[in-house]
T-cell receptor, first 116, second 112 residues
């Protein structure tokens, strides 16, 4: 089944403890992206990648890192999590490196992160 | 920069009522426009899209028309069902097609 898989789905951690949220897609998609969803703010883009070894900042990149060493994986790294990073995170991908009307995002099921 | 403005929710309707969720946008160039839907506990999925002015996107009884003159992309459905209860997001892809800008989302609650 074609899908975007995120892990973990739920995580409670403490301030300063490094964590990684993994994202993997099995559709050979070029474009991958991370969003965070917060009440009253909708979805905001953290980072995106238009292809392997190509990443760029979205609207809210502070406190996050990403890497794209291989096409299928796009992990989100929180080096030193803080409580304001408590959120619902979504990974998404699409076939081409651009988001034209023909290229629609496929989303993962989400990862709910709580930082105490 | 680009932006999307949606009506705030929740929108509460009875089954078989008519639905409109307003969406307006600000963008340079000629963006593509989308409606995504998020059912409880799930990720977002595409509901419909339109890539140029006057295009009408439609799916599952939902429709939206790309109105360049009013910079709008309102979502409509003639008769909602309980199963339509979800959060609806309007979004646009910028002229460089590198990012999607989302509205804040509108929760729809449909009661029997």
């Amino acid at each position: 089944e074609a899908q975007v898989t995120q892990n973990p789905r739920y995580l409670i951690t403490v301030t300063g403890k490094k964590l990684t949220v993994t994202c993997s897609q099995n559709m050979n998609h070029e474009y991958m992206s991370w969003y965070r969803q917060d009440p009253g703010l909708g979805l905001r883009q953290i980072y995106y990648s238009m292809n392997v070894e190509v990443t760029d900042k979205g609207d809210v990149p502070e406190g996050y890192k990403v890497s794209r060493k291989e096409k299928r994986n796009f992990p989100l790294i929180l080096e030193s999590p803080s409580p304001n990073q408590t959120s619902l995170y979504f990974c998404a991908s699409t076939i081409r490196g651009t988001l034209s009307g023909a290229n629609v995002l496929t989303f993962g099921a989400g990862s709910r992160l709580t930082v105490l | 920069g680009d932006s999307v403005t949606q009506m705030e929710g929740p929108v509460t309707l009875s089954e078989e009522a008519f639905l409109t969720i307003n969406c307006t946008y600000t963008a340079t160039g000629y963006p593509s426009l989308f409606w995504y839907v998020q059912y409880p506990g799930e990720g977002l999925q595409l509901l419909l899209k339109a890539t140029k002015a006057d295009d009408k996107g439609s799916n599952k009884g939902f429709e939206a028309t790309y109105r360049k003159e009013t910079t709008s992309f309102h979502l409509e459905k003639g008769s909602v069902q309980v199963s339509d209860s979800a959060v609806y997001f309007c979004a646009l892809s910028d002229s460089g097609y590198s990012t999607l800008t989302f509205g804040k989302g509108t929760m729809l609650l449909v009661s029997p």
